[in-house]
């Protein structure tokens, strides 16, 4: 009898076990998904003869090193000589047409880490995508011209409609431009983010770090850009790992065919929320409704940051659950909070980002908040949306952004004077925003 029971018992520890390890496989294989999704990866299985012909036909091959793109010591500097642009330096190859058939531009800015996003983005949106990215010193900007490049042959997406511009800085200009046809010629078009890893792997750390707290990323740069490259009337600015919902170029199309704003200044937020990383991205609106009733999505920001899409009311749009499929004003934003920051479309006619702003902290906010100054008025479409991976904590948040955003807070005071007296406005009434701002509590 203790022997039966016994081996009861084994049986059902190893049933346990068994479980728990398929449990472990799948939540590993759901992750998985979301690091290479199948409907996003449909590479080149001939990328070495592929990136033999680019070789001998576009850029001269000396000492198994493939010659830079561009010069150095031409491209355009920025106001203040701290930056160097190169526009156009790796044309989507159906950009132009793409910018002549559809009436808004996906502008987009990314640094070496982050730039695996835009295969997702290119398969989603299915017109011209203007993309700045940013590199600094010889080691960082050669790989950077090594994945975009390596993308753009695995990816035909990427190549055709990806309009690749260039930036680095002043105080750590790269010298010595090349691209490792070598190592090009070997790359695993199946494995971008593994390759990634491996690139984002700098030899020299230590100097690579103090690179960093010199060389600030300078969004707002790169978003003028990215913008002002899109030859379409209307620019839909984004970061790069936002990504848009299927089809959202197509129906934007045929929302844009009508007059919604009049003689109005009119700025359209698409909004944005946050997927758990191991479900799949919602085809549609009802589909994210779901996960968001399930806790596998949320709205962007909202307990990292809440004043960052407040005013968007997300409880209204998600309310609305009959929409048709054309794209639609679900509502006007009558709540315009300060430090609100929607991602929207709009004509390229509205304020730059302000340039004094460097790094993490009131950038794409002030761009805003100017907009709402100038009398522009923000309504909020449906059923169209944006994702962004993972479920956001502040603890996650690194301690180098605290004192970028701390910097930026100080200059934020003299901008919005600036503000007040461009656009002949008295000082308004403090929003709870800022009033949560002064007590410590708006952190970005």
Known sequence: MTYRICRIWNLSVITVLALTFYNIFLAFKLNREHECPRAIITPRRDFQR??????TSNVTLATGKLQSPFDVRLGRWDNK?????????FLGTQYTNLSKKHKTCLATQSSLDKLYSIIQVANHWDGPISLAAFGSGDEEFNNLLLY???????F?????????????????????????????SKLDCDNPYGLLLQLSRIKDRKKLMRWKNQVIYPQNHLRNLARKNCQSDYVFLTDIDIIPSYGMAQLLDGFLESDHCGNKLCAFVIPTFELDERVRFPPNKSDLLRLADKGLARPFHQKVFIYNQFATNFTRWQDSRTDGPNVHINHQVTNFEFLYEP????KDTVPPHDERFVGYGYTRNTQVYEMFLAGYQFYVLSPIFTIHWGLQLKKSRPPWRESQN????????EFKRELLVKYKKNPPKKTAAEVGFALGMGKQ
């Open 156 to 184: 035909p997406k990427v190549k055709e409609k990806v309009n690749f511009h260039f930036a680095f800085p002043q105080n750590n200009a790269p010298t010595n431009l090349h691209i490792n046809s070598s190592l090009l």
């Open 81 to 89: 000589l701290e930056y160097k642009f190169f526009d156009n330096v």
């Open 50 to 55: 592929l990136t033999t012909r680019v070789i």
């Open 148 to 154: 975009s490049t390596y993308l753009r042959e695995c």
């Open 406 to 413: 701390t910097k930026n807070m100080k200059k934020f005071k």
């Open 343 to 346: 991602f929207y479309v709009a």
